[in-house]
């Protein structure tokens, strides 16, 4: 089973509220990532949990935060952002590190922001 | 600078109709190329890892190759339902995994 879901699927939020977005995985994958796609654009990796340490993709701005409460979770927090913000977010896991394996990707979050 | 290239940036196919996708890449000791099939709206679906230029794989009518600077995803007879776009994707040193633009195929009956 090479399965990671994520809900939900379509988010519309205004700029001032705070939402989060959740990945899940039982593959006992140990590397987690969230990235962001524009249309028409490839994904763009924002951060990286492996073996629940966190690498940031220094570009990402602080209104994401993300959180990984177990080797199975991935959580994206949002707060304050702007329409600019809004694309297709897709989690992926992967069995090794960051280094290695292929990553396998969830159908992704559609969010809309206001 | 490390860099990955894909060519071309569309590409129309008869059903039946043979062709190869190109991914040129630039990078200081490769850790792994890889191949994802993505359909509109949805997340990218893996299809090949490649680690070692001569290294070839297969899959129905794909198959990937890999020389020291490129990769190849030849589609054999294609169907309309191989229309997707097809992106390639190098691991970088920290392990971040840089996608090309991707190759947007569509394969009409």
């Known amino acids: 089973d090479t399965e990671v879901t994520q809900t939900p699927k379509h988010l519309v939020m205004g700029m001032t509220n705070k939402k989060s977005l959740k990945c899940e995985q039982h593959m006992g994958h140990r590397a987690m990532y969230w990235y962001k796609q524009k249309a028409k654009k490839p994904p763009e990796l924002m951060f990286v949990?492996?073996?629940?340490?966190?690498?940031i993709n220094e570009s990402v701005p602080s209104r994401f935060s993300p959180e990984c409460p177990n080797s199975s979770l991935l959580n994206l927090h949002l707060h304050a952002l702007q329409p600019e913000d809004s694309a297709l977010y897709l989690c992926?896991?992967?069995?090794?590190?960051?280094?290695?394996?292929?990553?396998?990707f969830g159908p992704g979050t559609r969010l809309t922001v206001t | 600078e490390d860099q990955v290239t894909q060519s071309p940036e569309a590409l129309r196919l008869q059903e039946g109709e043979s062709s190869s996708l190109n991914c040129s890449y630039t990078?200081?000791?490769?850790?792994?190329l890889f191949w994802y099939r993505q359909d509109p709206g949805k997340g990218p679906e893996f299809l090949f890892t490649l680690y070692s230029a001569g290294e070839e794989k297969e899959k129905e009518r794909l198959k990937a190759t890999l020389t020291k600077k490129e990769s190849f995803l030849h589609i054999t007879a294609p169907k309309p339902e191989d229309s997707a776009t097809y992106l390639c994707a190098v691991v970088f040193s920290w392990g971040k995994l840089q996608f090309g633009a991707g190759t947007q195929v569509v394969v009409t009956p």
């Open positions: 992926a896991s992967s069995l090794q590190g960051e280094t290695r394996g292929e990553q396998y």
């Open positions: 949990y492996s073996y629940e340490k966190l690498s």
């Open positions: 990078v200081s000791g490769l850790r792994g």
